[in-house]
Nanobody, 126 residues
């Protein structure tokens, strides 16, 4: 089992920044790919970003490329999502996920991720 706890959400004006953190405990953190998803009211859960277990590869939703950066610190069992130039359409509950996923092509699909955090609310006002 892996337990994930997100933090860092909040209310920010458009153009502002937030950094989300996800602290992991349980099984060996460094064995898992880590990802961030988001879900707005009335919408399906959406892939935002992922980082491979060895930190070599990162992947992003097209609409956040150049604005969001995913990173991880395996020594601290923590993954981060730095969000800059936030827009009102980024408003959602953001979820951290961990997965033993062999193929990066699977990162975008929630069903391939094994563990989820409880979510943290991000609200961007216009």
């Amino acid at each position: 089992q892996v337990q994930l706890v997100e933090s860092g959400g909040g209310l920010v004006q458009a153009g502002g920044s937030l950094r989300l953190s996800c602290a992991a405990s349980g099984r060996t953190f460094s064995n898992y790919a880590m990802g961030w998803f988001r879900q707005a009211p009335g919408k399906e859960r959406e892939f935002v970003a992922a980082i491979s277990w060895n930190v070599h590869d990162t992947y992003y939703l097209d609409s956040v490329k150049g604005r969001f950066t995913i990173s991880r610190d395996n020594a601290k069992n923590t993954v981060y999502l730095q969000m800059n130039s936030l827009k009102p359409e980024d408003t959602a509950v953001y979820y951290c996920a961990a997965g033993d996923i062999s193929y990066s092509a699977s990162y975008g699909y929630p069903q391939f991720w094994d563990y989820w955090g409880q979510g943290t609310q991000v609200t961007v006002s216009s």
